[in-house]
T-cell receptor
Framework: DTAVSQTPKYLVTQMGNDKSIKCEQN?????MYWYKQDSKKFLKIMFS???????INETVPNRFSPKSPDKAHLNLHINSLELGDSAVYFC?????????????FGPGTRLTVT | AQSVAQPEDQVNVAEGNPLTVKCTYSVSGNPYLFWYVQYPNRGLQFLLKYITGDNLVKGSYGFEAEFNKSQTSFHLKKPSALVSDSALYFCAVRVRGQNFVFGPGTRLSVLP
C-alpha cells in the first residue's frame, strides 16, 4: 500500500486555468504538508496542516488554497495559473507537529503551465 | 532563522569507495537533523535522523551520519558506495516550533 499518494502525477494546463492536486496518506498521521520543488530542485514548504487546521502558511500567493476535508487528505487548489507555477509539488505527512518526527513524501505532481 | 548548506552540488565516487555528503546548518536552539534521498521522478525518502544521544546515527541502506555540534555539521557517510546509491541527497533541519528547512541538495554519482 502506498503511504502517501498524490493525483495526478502529471498536470499540463494553460495559463489562467484553475487546477487541483489531491493528496492522501494512510499512515494515520496528524500533520500534512505541501512543498514546491523548482527546476533547480530547491524544496520549499508552502503549507502545514495539523488535524485539518492550517498551522503554517509560508509566503505563497493567495491563488494557492489548501483544503483538508479530513486528517488523511490535504488537497491543493490553484487559481489563475501562471507560468511561474510550473514545478513539482510534493505532499508529505508526519506523525504530528513535534520537530523530531520525520516526513513521508508522496511521489510528486509535475505541473506544467503553458 | 534556520538555514542548511550543502557545499557540494555534485559528489562523484567510485563504486566500493567510501562516500561523504556534507551538510552544515545554522539554527537558534537545539536542532533535529535529517537526511533524505530522492531518486529520479520520485518523492523524497527518509534515510536517518539525529534527535539526541549518540552523535553517530545509522539509517537505511547502510548509510550513517555524524552529528558534530561544535562544527554545526551532519555529514552523511557510507563505507562502500553502490551504483544504486546515485541520487539526489537532501539534508534538513528543524527546531521546536519551526518548519523543516531543506538544503539545496547534493547529487551523488557512483561510478562503476
Amino acid at each position: 500500500d502506498t503511504a502517501v499518494s498524490q493525483t495526478p502525477k502529471y498536470l499540463v494546463t494553460q495559463m489562467g486555468n484553475d487546477k487541483s492536486i489531491k493528496c492522501e496518506q494512510n499512515l494515520g498521521h496528524d500533520t500534512m504538508y505541501w512543498y514546491k520543488q523548482d527546476s533547480k530542485k530547491f524544496l520549499k514548504i508552502m503549507f502545514s496542516y495539523n488535524n485539518k487546521e492550517l498551522i503554517i502558511n509560508e509566503t505563497v500567493p493567495n491563488r494557492f488554497s489548501p483544503k483538508s476535508p479530513d486528517k488523511a487528505h490535504l488537497n491543493l487548489h490553484i487559481n489563475s495559473l501562471e507560468l511561474g507555477d510550473s514545478a513539482v509539488y510534493f505532499c508529505a505527512s508526519s506523525q504530528d507537529l513535534l520537530a523530531a518526527y520525520e516526513q513521508y513524501f508522496g511521489p510528486g505532481t509535475r505541473l506544467t503551465v503553458t | 532563522a534556520q538555514s542548511v548548506a550543502q557545499p557540494e552540488d555534485q559528489v562523484n565516487v567510485a563504486e566500493g569507495n567510501p562516500l561523504t555528503v556534507k551538510c552544515t546548518y545554522s539554527v537558534s536552539g537545539n536542532p533535529y537533523l535529517f537526511w533524505y534521498v530522492q531518486y529520479p521522478n520520485r518523492g523524497l525518502q527518509f534515510l536517518l535522523k539525529y534527535i539526541t544521544g549518540d552523535n553517530l546515527v545509522k539509517g537505511s541502506y547502510g548509510f550513517e551520519a555524524e552529528f558534530n555540534k561544535s562544527q554545526t555539521s551532519f555529514h552523511l557517510k557510507k563505507p562502500s558506495a553502490l551504483v544504486s546509491d546515485s541520487a539526489l541527497y537532501f539534508c534538513a533541519v528543524r527546531v521546536r516550533g519551526q518548519n523543516f528547512v531543506f538544503g539545496p541538495g547534493t547529487r551523488l554519482s557512483v561510478l562503476p
